[in-house]
């Protein structure tokens, strides 16, 4: 290959390279579903790719309960690791930034630079910390809409997320349904069951019942990691699948650890576990944890519009609903779900079933077969 | 029907009624699998039925992780639930006590009676705690034979158990071939595999990052009861499924309770694992949580003996492998392959696959299909 077909091969599929994440503030009231209010608040958000002259060739990817605002390229050139999605977003990538302008917004009620209970509140001076209002993923899609006004975006070619972003997915294209044309939720349900309330319940009292959480008002540098770090090592677990785990770890003993016969770490799934929890605590908030995961629990399109046929009535949009074999924390059948009741509606809508064998977070690993429905989807 | 009928069917299948627990004290050293010792040991049983006069009509059941002896008949009068395993013992009942002399122990490294990290070490005065040796599934099995021997059993017509009851099944075959005749293992693994290691190591660190653990040294009517049940909690959901949490709880709401947008219990399945990790803390010791999780992290056939076809190489027992379809701990084609492997081997052994929707504890449930099995199996 001479230097002109490298070039060449770049430009077709590129890297996005360097970017700066944006800050947005509105310094008016936001009112909460809950009624709850509060007087302003501030979106993290970062955009790759250029806003057409109509504003029509927006894609906004929403992110999962614990990721953020930073989904492709990097903050430096030192950063090792680029943003959470960077496999699927950039020039000649199947959310194809030479084509569209993509924006991803940290969410409401997170921690990553928009308005959470660890930001200050402006009337005491002081985090809001349980005084924060409950969060619903109806508010973080409110809030952002206030944030796409202001950026001149008049229609959203597409809005794309798994998981908790699957759910924001749906909640836009029921709020806004002459603003958005597209949706792909993947990896995600429209009603949060029962043994996903349970694994959060677990994991707020493993937060809640730290005695360094002191009910949410504990110093922004301490705080219940030991409780943050057990809620993420066995959400983390429900994040992967039976299969997946025994090809990465099976009963492989940890490398350089002596260790038989002992409560330290024995095997590399539990350095893998811990390494996960503790680095989570360096990164997210507990109180944010509170409120996001309890906005999971909270998310039911059946039960909030009457049933799901009722909640997707007014769609205008096309619908690529995605499930993944292997999830068992969103399973197939509740992905399914989601396109069978807009399908009942007469809206576009298809149900794909990707077979990996990662589990929840498939929707997040390289996948040919995931790239290529997306971006057919996106081009018609 | 007449007096004379209602009395007959009262004879055909019958309670056990009251029992009383009995201790085992075994004044001689005993060599864990570690190469550790005690200087003593004791065992907690109970028994049903009659031995008769060859020892030949022996059934031993063998306990899950948090269960004990205690799995038939009433304690007193005024209890208000039975054993564990109260619906398939009994006169009559699938493990019929008019035929069968049934016994159930408490294992080694356990808690309700049976020697383990909560009781007295006599060269110290004190519990052993993190002293005590680590104890393994075979080291279980072996504490046991000395028990039997000594209540001149001379065979066992059958060994039966799920979970990790169905573990020391699988020993007792292997370690004492001569011994067993039959074994019937339920939703149970051959080797503890990645995600099953990986929930024990949370419901670990849970435990022992609680302050009140003291590296073991926690007064008995103290102790990190926080951690403790946060792991009952989380465990418990693996021991359930899908499909029938969402049946049990759904999404539905506490019954009394005004919560809404708060963290205290708005879903009856907050209220009904809040009370499971409760109310373990009052029957369970942590240490012995600590000890018994890691037996179950050691199981491993394979990796003992070369290869499961090796480990089964020498049973001469007949074996009826019992998985259940909505079991996510140990699921279906785990149990499959234990009876693939004793089928290669030329051993008389099925593999039934019952389709139960209770998850992993399908198993303690009332079901005439696994009556009927476990029935037949043991009258052949």
Redesign the interface.
């Known amino acids: 290959m001479n230097v002109g077909e490298a070039q060449l091969e770049q430009e077709e599929v590129g890297e996005i390279g360097l970017v700066t994440p944006e800050d947005f503030h509105w310094s008016e009231p936001f009112i909460f579903e809950?009624g709850?209010t509060i007087p302003e608040f501030d979106l993290r958000y970062e955009t790759y790719g250029h806003l057409n002259s109509d504003g029509t060739n927006t894609i906004l990817i929403s992110h999962a309960l614990t990721g953020d605002h930073h989904c492709a390229g990097v903050h430096s050139i030192k950063d090792r690791k680029s943003g959470w999605w960077n496999n699927i977003i950039g020039p000649g990538k199947p959310i194809d930034t030479n084509k569209y302008f993509v924006i991803c917004i940290n969410t409401l009620g997170s921690c990553s630079g928009s308005t959470g209970p660890e930001s200050i509140n402006p009337e005491t001076g002081k985090s809001y910390a349980?005084t924060f209002p409950?969060v619903t993923i109806r508010d973080m899609v409110r809030a952002q809409k206030i944030l796409l006004d202001h950026l001149g975006i008049n229609k959203l070619h597409a809005v794309i997320g798994g998981s908790m972003g699957g759910m924001q997915v749906l909640q836009w294209a029921i709020e806004y349904p002459e603003f958005v044309e597209r949706i792909i939720p993947m990896a995600t349900t429209s009603?949060?069951?029962?043994?996903a309330?349970?694994?959060n319940?677990?994991g707020?009292?493993?937060i809640?019942?730290d005695?360094e959480w002191f009910e949410g008002n504990y110093d922004v540098d301490k705080g219940p990691n030991?409780g943050l770090?057990?809620a993420r090592?066995?959400a983390h677990?429900t994040y992967?699948?039976?299969t997946g785990?025994?090809r990465?770890?099976?009963?492989r003993r940890q490398a350089g650890s002596d260790s038989q016969?002992?409560?330290d770490i024995?095997?590399e799934?539990?350095s893998y576990?811990?390494y996960q929890?503790e680095s989570f605590t360096n990164r997210f908030d507990a109180n944010a944890y509170?409120y996001l995961t309890?906005a999971l629990?909270y998310f039911?399109l059946a039960?909030s519009y009457g049933s799901l046929d009722k909640a997707f009535a007014n769609l205008k949009c096309r619908a690529l609903v995605i499930g993944f074999t292997s999830d068992?924390l969103f399973?197939p059948k509740q992905n399914r779900e989601i396109a069978l009741a807009m399908l009942r509606q007469g809206i576009n809508a298809s149900y794909t079933q990707l077979d990996m064998d990662l589990g929840h977070d498939s929707f997040l690993v390289e996948s040919p077969e995931l790239y290529q429905l997306v971006e057919g989807f996106l081009s018609r």
């Open positions: 809950s709850q349980l409950f009603r949060q069951n029962s043994q309330i349970a694994f319940e677990v707020r009292q493993a809640m019942q005695p030991v770090a057990i090592m066995m677990i992967l699948s039976d785990m025994d990465k770890f099976g009963r016969y002992s409560f024995e095997f799934v539990e576990l811990r929890g509170l309890r629990d039911d039960g068992w399973p």
